[in-house]
């Protein structure tokens, strides 16, 4: 049993996010932890306490209570620590969350921290940054760009439908991914350490968190039409068969640019768009739920 709980919690979060938090807690202590909480209202600030923390090696686990870019913050801090990472998600998509299969009742949520098991996972490095989940060049960061964060905090998800629709007046731009010395013309990337996008739409079957690397999904499509119905072929899961989008396995890629290209990783904007993309050398320890797929050995 994890005994000793330190919980980063972000600052932002909202007021339902601050119930389920104290749920989650109040499950805990039951159960019979130890909990420290730590408020941070910046990335680097999950970063520093999560580090400090593996220094001071007073706890069992250290949990992150927020969104994935919360959850991206702490893990940056104890990559390579052997240090458990758990996750409390009260952000709005919670990518992770669902890719992993957390349960979301506090009970279980508590039981799960408490003695689910701990997994090892490489993160994905855009230039140098870590990342969890997901790193994108092109029309979701381009989204990003247009989030008003207030009102996405005020109405979640709903947040995403207004800056979607502005993305997509503007025609794409292209770019080139090079992929084991293999060019591809392209205006939209994914590059996924997970099965699925936005944690709902499964646009890599065959990936995991556990494997050893990424799928990416090079897309050029080249018109607002076209664009518009690779969003309809990501939500119904039909990426096969389309001429304009390769998907590939593969541990690195290079990405080239001639002008304004946006770019986000774990759904956090990123002011360059990175040059590579890699897996990590680091592991993380990543608490997942008991049963979970993620922890069955893999041949």
């Known amino acids: 049993m994890r005994r000793r709980l330190l919980i980063i919690h972000n ?16 499950a805990l202590e039951a159960g019979g932890a130890e909990l420290s909480i730590e408020h941070a209202d910046t990335l680097a600030a999950d970063e520093d ?12 686990a250290i949990i992150a209570a927020g969104g994935d870019s919360t959850i991206r913050g702490v893990a940056s801090g104890l990559l390579g620590s052997g240090v458990p990472l758990g996750i409390i998600p009260i952000g ?4 992770l969350a669902r890719e992993i299969g957390v349960r979301c009742r506090a009970n279980v949520l508590a039981q799960t921290l408490l003695h689910g098991p701990g997994v090892p996972i490489r993160c994905g490095l855009a230039d140098g940054t870590p990342f969890l989940a997901m790193a994108g060049v092109g029309f979701d960061a381009d989204v990003l760009l247009r989030l008003n964060m207030p009102w996405k905090r ?3 998800r709903a947040a995403y439908a207004w800056p979607i629709v502005r993305a997509l007046v503007h025609k ?15 205006t939209w990337l994914i590059v996924t350490r997970a099965a699925r996008y936005g944690g709902s739409f499964v646009i890599a079957e065959t990936q995991s968190l ?51 290209i ?31 797929p993620l922890a069955t050995p893999r041949n």
């Open 49 to 60: 306490i999560a580090r400090s923390a593996v220094a001071a090696g007073h706890f069992d």
């Open 92 to 95: 709005t998509g919670n990518v």
């Open 11 to 26: 600052a932002h979060a909202g007021t339902r996010g601050r119930h389920y938090l104290r749920a989650v807690c109040g």
């Open 262 to 292: 946006a770019a986000q990783i774990d759904g956090e904007r990123l002011f360059e768009v990175p040059r590579e993309i890699s897996v990590g050398p680091d592991r993380l320890m990543l608490i997942v739920p008991q049963g979970s």
């Open 154 to 156: 005020t109405v979640g």
């Open 172 to 186: 794409p731009r292209p770019f080139e991914v090079v992929v084991e010395e293999r060019t591809y013309p392209a």
């Open 210 to 260: 556990v494997g050893e690397g990424f799928h990416a999904v090079i897309a050029n499509a080249t018109t607002r039409r076209a664009l518009a119905g690779l969003l309809i072929a990501i939500a119904r899961g039909r990426l096969e068969g389309r001429t304009d989008v390769a998907v590939l396995p593969c541990s690195r890629l290079g990405v080239r640019t001639s002008g304004e």
